[in-house]
């Protein structure tokens, strides 16, 4: 017979995160505390899911470890790095090199709002390139204009003396 506290301790871990707890018990390892380690081969292995399921069951693993206050194996390195293998977000541009391979270290969301965050930049700076070059070439056809009505304008005082 098992004890009540440890019954309700299970039952509340497999509410907090269901899919992980059951690919734990599948795979005999330890749902809480969990390592690091085993949370990237569960993303290894339920990258078949795809990142609209498997960054909610993620978070789910950090809000129950949280919850326990104990450590979130969820952040930073194996499994960070499994998630952004799967999920497979690329690095702004603009970024050196070398901050582009801490890129992959960063959690899913925030490695999505920075690309997001970058496209939308990128999109907001041609736009206001366009914009000039439009303004500039506006310009120089409006130049043109001016020197020529100036020209015409000197010809035809000049025929109107003689």
């Known amino acids: 017979?098992?004890?009540?506290?440890?019954?309700?301790?299970?039952?509340?871990?497999?509410r907090e995160a269901p899919i992980f707890v059951r690919w734990c018990e599948l795979n005999n390892l330890i749902a809480c505390p969990a390592a690091p380690a085993s949370v990237a081969r569960f993303v290894t292995d339920c990258a078949s899911l795809g990142m609209?399921?498997?960054?909610p069951a993620v978070q789910d693993i950090s809000r129950m470890h949280a919850s326990l206050g104990?450590?979130?194996?969820?952040?930073?390195?194996?499994?960070?790095?499994a998630i952004s293998k799967i999920a497979a977000v690329a690095p702004p541009r603009s970024w050196p090199a070398e901050f582009k391979q801490l890129f992959g270290t960063l959690p899913y969301d925030i490695q999505m709002?920075?690309?997001s965050h970058e496209t939308q930049r990128e999109r907001a700076l041609r736009r206001a390139q366009n914009e000039a070059a439009s303004a500039r070439q506006k310009l120089a056809e409006r130049e043109v204009q001016l020197k020529?009505?100036?020209?015409?304008?000197d010809e035809a005082a000049t025929n109107d003396k003689a």
Not at 52 to 55: A, E, T
């Open 113 to 115: 709002y920075l690309a």
């Open 70 to 81: 104990l450590a979130d194996p969820t952040l930073g390195g194996t499994a960070a790095t």
């Open 1 to 14: 017979m098992t004890h009540p506290l440890l019954t309700a301790l299970a039952q509340a871990r497999l």
């Open 52 to 55: 609209s399921r498997l960054w």
């Open 148 to 153: 020529d009505a100036k020209t015409h304008g």
